[in-house]
């Protein structure tokens, strides 16, 4: 067999949401970078989260070769993946009332930070209650949800409201409630899902809108170089002194 159809098909489906988000969310985009280079040009902190797969997205923009030294996870134990057993555990974690304010209370997080809030359905109590507590302590909240779950499904927070609801700015990733792209003769399940290629775009392409609105203010962006390039692990070294304040993942 020369070439997967259905291989093709998942490539084009993406490729389809990445064009919709590209077109669709661009004012979004640049409005969440402005306010990453804001924080980052008044000496504030950036932190990101998301429960479950929607953490990957957060991984991704921590401690990455081109990408923000000061962007640090914000991790709630047994929420951050697959690293629980039995697996199921972190979703349940994900609606318990009260663990986002723990957490955000015992977190470096404060005032004039600007914290990114992943969470592909924004309907469960985590996302809800963290996006409510941390601008409640006066952090700008950015929130990269599927505004579609907001409109199609039941909220899981005793509010009744979404994440999106509690957002300064909200990137709407576009993915279908169920998150799976692809359905087949003789498959049961829908599958193929794309979040993670179309969340993961989002938040690169708001560290780019960031750095983009730093260096038009005359501020080199905190950026970080690969490790595996010559000079690399010099650089890092001077970005971590200077900022070493800021940054959570090193000391």
């Not at 039995?86 to 914290?115: M, Y």
């Not at 909240?141 to 409109?151: D, L, P, R």
Request: aromatic residues 4%; proline residues 3%; charged residues 20%.
């Amino acid at each position: 067999m020369s070439e997967s159809k259905l291989a093709g098909q998942f490539f084009d489906a993406a490729i389809g949401l990445l064009q919709r988000v590209r077109d669709e969310e661009s004012a979004n985009i640049a409005a969440a970078g402005a306010t990453i280079a804001d924080a980052v040009a008044a000496g504030g902190r950036l932190f990101a989260f998301g429960a479950g797969h929607s953490s990957l997205a957060a991984q991704d923009v921590v401690y990455r070769a081109g990408g923000l030294a000061l962007m640090n996870l914000l991790a709630v134990p047994g929420v951050v993946g697959v690293d629980v057993r039995p697996a199921t555990l972190g979703s349940a974690l994900e609606r318990v009332n009260g663990l986002a304010g723990a957490v955000l209370d015992s977190s470096p997080a404060r005032s004039g930070d600007v914290l990114v809030i992943i969470s592909l359905s924004g309907r469960n109590a985590l996302p809800v209650e963290m996006a409510m507590n941390a601008r409640a302590l006066g952090l700008k909240v950015i929130g990269v949800t599927s505004v579609a779950y907001a409109q199609e499904t039941k909220s899981r927070h005793v509010s009744g409201t979404f994440l999106k609801d509690h957002c300064d700015i909200v990137l709407d990733s576009k993915i279908a409630v169920g998150d799976a792209e692809l359905t087949h003769e003789g498959i049961e399940a829908p599958f193929a899902p794309a979040s993670t290629v179309v969340t993961s775009a989002l938040m690169q392409a708001t560290v780019a809108a960031a750095a983009e609105r730093l260096v038009e203010r005359g501020i080199e962006p905190p950026l970080l170089r690969s490790g595996n390039v010559d000079g690399g692990h010099e650089w890092n070294g001077r970005v971590m002194s200077e900022y070493g304040d800021r940054i959570f993942f090193h000391h």
